[in-house]
């Protein structure tokens, strides 16, 4: 990151990324942190599943180094026997959801910093599930006391998967809660739509953001673009669209 650090009003760390002592990741915490708002964001916290106490301590540090305003991941389970490098979305029952608002609620214990849950974008479901994925995540955020981080492409593309309508999951959950969304790119194939981080928001996704925003009011947004990285310019115009697209739905 060595362009202007104060393009962007604040930037999100993908905290796996850092948590190793030097090297360049950990210059570019130290560089950033006190000019410009830091949230960390972890894809390795396991909320499905067992946590690992190494990996926990680890991510409370960096929040606290950083002074996060809030921290988050995924509605999801990573690793069971082994790390499966994947969001898998677990099965919608009241002893799951137990488990996950239990493991949240310890993480905004130890840290004392709001936890963000996000919805993951999904291509399966179990036949365990006793619920629709936006009642289990009121109930999850609801019994654990926590925000929400709204993945808008990640709600678009599972809607579309598994045949939902987003709206009634706007409808369906604690939208007071939300503080923060995600913007992304995905890929449309055969029969499915797969969230990829590649491309260029669409315009429906656009659209489902402003119809987020008339119901929120204006929320700190994230693009998300990891892979296939387009010249700055692109990056920065989708920057913009979030901002007019939150001015015109919030004014
Ligand atoms: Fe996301």
Same mark, same amino acid.
């Given at each position: 990151?060595?362009t ?11 905290? %796996? &990324? ?6 360049? *990741? !950990? +210059?570019?915490?130290e =560089? ?6 830091? #949230? ?53 029952t ?23 849950? %996000? &919805? ?6 179990? *036949? !365990? +599930?006793?619920?629709? =994925? ?6 999850? #955020? ?110």
């Amino acid at each position: 990151m060595a362009t202007d650090p104060t393009l962007a009003d604040w930037y999100e760390l993908l905290v %796996e &990324n850092h948590l190793v002592a030097g090297g360049p *990741a !950990a +210059s570019i915490v130290e =560089e950033l942190s006190g000019k410009v708002p830091l #949230v960390p964001h972890s894809v390795g916290l396991n909320l499905g599943g067992e946590p690992d106490p190494e990996h926990v301590a680890r991510v409370c540090l960096l929040a606290e180094k950083i002074d996060a305003p809030w921290m988050s991941d995924h509605l999801c389970l990573t690793a069971a026997t082994v790390h499966a490098h994947e969001l898998i979305p677990v099965p919608y029952t009241p002893a799951v959801a137990e488990h996950i608002a239990r493991r949240i609620g310890e993480l905004q214990s130890r840290t004392g910093r709001l936890f963000a849950l %996000e &919805n993951v974008s999904s291509y399966m479901s179990y *036949a !365990a +599930s006793m619920q629709t =994925e936006w009642a289990f995540l009121k109930r999850v #955020v609801e019994a654990a006391d926590c925000g929400l981080l709204l993945d808008v492409n990640n709600l678009f593309v599972s809607a579309a998967n598994h045949g939902f309508d987003p709206r009634a999951y706007l409808d369906g959950i604690p939208l007071d809660r939300v503080v923060q969304i995600h913007l992304a790119g995905h890929q449309v194939l055969d029969d499915h739509l797969r969230d990829t981080h590649d491309a260029p928001v669409c315009e429906e996704v656009w659209a489902l953001y402003a119809e987020t925003l008339r119901r929120t009011g204006p929320v700190s947004t994230l693009i998300e673009w990891d892979e296939a990285l387009p010249e700055l310019p692109v990056l920065l115009g989708e920057v913009a669209r979030a901002r007019q697209v939150r001015e015109a739905a919030c004014p």
